[in-house]
Structures are given as structure tokens and as C-alpha cells.
């Protein structure tokens, strides 16, 4: 009888668990996938992708550590607010999106660093080259909206070698230095609601 209830109990609190997630769906008009790249050694060349898509899954409603994620980006989707450099980015020398429609990046780990801190491990994916990463997170919130959504925020950043990934057109200049520079620092700004 006491093996009975025991696994009864085992058995609620794994239901209970399973019904304790949270899914939180990326608010896309307040959200941004931002880059920037040393241009000539001297500057600092800016941009962002317009179209991505981010699924979050909070495993402890009481905090994130142990949550997982897993973003799509569009490589066409990339600007700098230029067209010729534009078009060059989606070409070959660059992410090719025609070959490569899609960056990913998918979770392994989401550990809580300080208060509102956590860093977040996983594998990203360009020009189907897979190489681990690691965002820095950070927590800026909830609050619920005028239409009783509720609403998180975070920010993370990250920075990579490109040439790890493929894309590794460059330029030597007289001075010394590449045109274009080795690391990407990328910026994430995170809104997510609530899923109903």
C-alpha cells in the first residue's frame, strides 16, 4: 500500500512539475538583434536583423536558472541601413542567405551568476557551422501592460569570431589591420509576454 501512494505522490509531483512551466513568447516589435564590427581599425560599423523569432521556456516559475531557449534569425534580414554593403553581407563573401537562410542558436545551460544575472550556454549555428557560445544575461523585469499581459524583459550580450564560422571575407589595409574586423560583438534585447 505505502509503495501505491509513493508513487502516487511521484506521480502528482511530476504532473505538478510538467504544469509549472512557463512559456514566454518574444514580443518582436520590442525586441532587437543588434551587431556592430570594427570597420578600418579606426570605427565602428552598426547593425541589426529585422526578422527572428525566440522560444523561452522558464522550467522554475520561481526563477530562470535552469530555463532553456532557442532562437531562429533570418540571415536576409540583416541591415546597416546601407544597400550596396547591405547586399554584399547577404552574399557569399558573407552569410550567403540564400544557402543559408537561417542562424540558430539553441540553450544547453541557463545558470544564475547574481541577483539578476545568469549566464546562458548553448550552440550557435551560421553558415551551418556549429560553435559554442556563451551570452551574458541580464533580468531587467516584469510588469504587467496596460492589457494585463505580463511581461519580462532581458538584455544579453555576447561577441564571436567571425572566421570561426566561415565568413571570412577580408581586406588588408596599408596600415596594418583588416578592413573588416575578426570579432562581432552582438547585443540582445529581449521582451517576452506571457504565453496564454
Known amino acids: 500500500m505505502q509503495r501505491v501512494a509513493l508513487a502516487v505522490v511521484t506521480l502528482m509531483l511530476a ?8 512559456t514566454w513568447k518574444l514580443d ?14 579606426i570605427a565602428e560599423v552598426p ?14 516559475p520561481a526563477d530562470f ?6 532562437a531562429t534569425i533570418k540571415t536576409a534580414s540583416i541591415t546597416t541601413d ?10 557569399d563573401d558573407f552569410f550567403n542567405a540564400d544557402m543559408y537562410p537561417t542562424i540558430t542558436f539553441t ?5 544564475k551568476t547574481g541577483t539578476d544575472t545568469y ?9 551551418d557551422v556549429t560553435k559554442p557560445v556563451v551570452l551574458h544575461a541580464r533580468y531587467t523585469g516584469t510588469v504587467k501592460d496596460p492589457w494585463g499581459n505580463t511581461k519580462i524583459g532581458f538584455k544579453a550580450t555576447t561577441a564571436i569570431n567571425r572566421f570561426d564560422f566561415g565568413v571570412k571575407w577580408n581586406k588588408a589595409i596599408e596600415a596594418g589591420g583588416l578592413v573588416v574586423g575578426e570579432t562581432v560583438d552582438i547585443t540582445l534585447l529581449m521582451e517576452f509576454a506571457q504565453a496564454k
Request: hydrophobic share 35%; glycine share 10%.
Open 15 to 22: 504532473i505538478t512539475g510538467a504544469t509549472a512551466q512557463i
Open 28 to 41: 518582436n516589435a520590442h525586441s532587437a538583434v543588434r551587431f556592430s564590427v570594427t570597420h578600418m581599425v
Open 47 to 60: 547593425g541589426h536583423f529585422r526578422e527572428f523569432d525566440v522560444t523561452f521556456t522558464q522550467k522554475d
Open 65 to 70: 536558472a535552469g530555463s532553456s531557449l532557442s
Open 82 to 91: 546601407n544597400e550596396g554593403r547591405d547586399k554584399h553581407l547577404r552574399g
Open 107 to 111: 540553450s544547453t545551460s541557463f545558470e
Open 119 to 127: 549566464t546562458v550556454k548553448g550552440t550557435l549555428t551560421i553558415r
